[in-house]
């Protein structure tokens, strides 16, 4: 069993800066696959980075590439998402999950656990 918790969310102009954190409990958390998604209200949960267990593979949506860094700590059991130039189209809740492989990345289906999300909020 993996338990995961968010956090790091909040309110944030456009142009600034926020740094999530998913802490991990369990003990295979270096062998799993993480991921970041994103879900505004009325739409569907949409995928924005992953990153393999070592960390050597690192995959973005477009909408974030060049603005977000997903990075993880195997020694610290947490991954983190240092997003930057905000927008008020990221305004979503974000969570993280886990999984195994990277086939199919960016389907939400390929992920067995969940954070309970945490809220980020960019005002214009």
């Known amino acids: 069993q993996v338990q995961l918790v968010e956090s790091g969310g909040g309110l944030v102009q456009a142009g600034g800066s926020l740094r999530l954190a998913c802490a991990a409990s369990?003990?295979?958390?270096?062998?799993?696959?993480m991921a970041w998604f994103r879900q505004a209200p009325g739409k569907e949960r949409d995928f924005v980075a992953t990153?393999?267990?070592?960390?050597?593979?690192?995959l973005y949506a477009d909408s974030v590439k060049g603005r977000f860094t997903i990075s993880r700590d195997n020694d610290k059991n947490t991954m983190y998402l240092q997003m930057n130039s905000l927008k008020p189209e990221d305004t979503a809740a974000y969570y993280c999950?886990?999984?195994?492989?990277?086939?199919?990345?960016?389907?939400?289906?390929?992920?067995?656990?969940w954070g309970q999300g945490t809220q980020v909020t960019v005002s214009s």
């Open positions: 990153i393999s267990g070592g960390g050597s593979v690192r």
């Open positions: 999950a886990a999984g195994e492989g990277m086939r199919d990345y960016s389907l939400p289906s390929r992920y067995y656990y």
């Open positions: 369990g003990r295979s958390f270096s062998s799993a696959t």
